[in-house]
């Protein structure tokens, strides 16, 4: 009996959550595993981007230029996830996002994922469900800070 513990797992966390290990194993399958740098880019901002990048582990920031000054976003941690906007609809980035330590995300591209979710229906639903959730909860905040700024 032997393990391999240098091969990468997707963990049961964020969007995955409600994937079995199974499901999560086979869904690794469909993208890859990506090492990021500290200070190395990730997403830049203004190219093109077509993929959903999932933390398993590290800290990065979103940023973006605004009147000649980048702007901190926010911050992607363990669990958390980038790109699930344009991995349904490729555009260009909107922000850059960057490791600020080192960190270990797993990429899917849109193709990739249009793949699974023909091939593994219901399992795919539920990550569906989860890049859904995150827009919303994204959008959610967006709208609240709009409402914060106007009603100052």
């Known amino acids: 009996m032997s393990a391999d513990f240098n091969t990468p797992k997707l963990p049961g966390l964020g969007i995955l959550e409600p ?9 690794s399958g469909y993208g890859e595993f990506l090492p990021v740098n500290p200070d190395r880019p990730l997403i830049e901002e203004g190219l093109t981007q077509n993929s959903l990048f ?35 609809d490729p555009a260009k980035a909107s922000a850059t996002v960057t490791a600020v330590e ?5 990429r899917i591209d849109g193709q990739s994922l249009e793949q699974y979710i023909n091939e593994y229906p219901k399992a795919a639903a539920w990550l569906l469900i989860g890049i859904g959730k ?19």
């Open 19 to 27: 994937l079995g290990d199974d499901d999560r194993d086979i869904l």
């Open 54 to 88: 999932f933390v398993i582990s590290g800290k990065l920031h979103a940023t973006a230029m605004r009147a000649g000054h980048s702007v901190l976003l926010g911050t992607i941690q363990t669990g958390e996830t980038v790109g699930e906007i344009n991995v349904l």
């Open 102 to 106: 080192f960190s270990q995300v797993w």
């Open 134 to 152: 995150t827009i919303a909860h994204r959008l959610r905040a967006v709208n609240k800070k709009i409402a914060e700024f106007y009603a100052a």
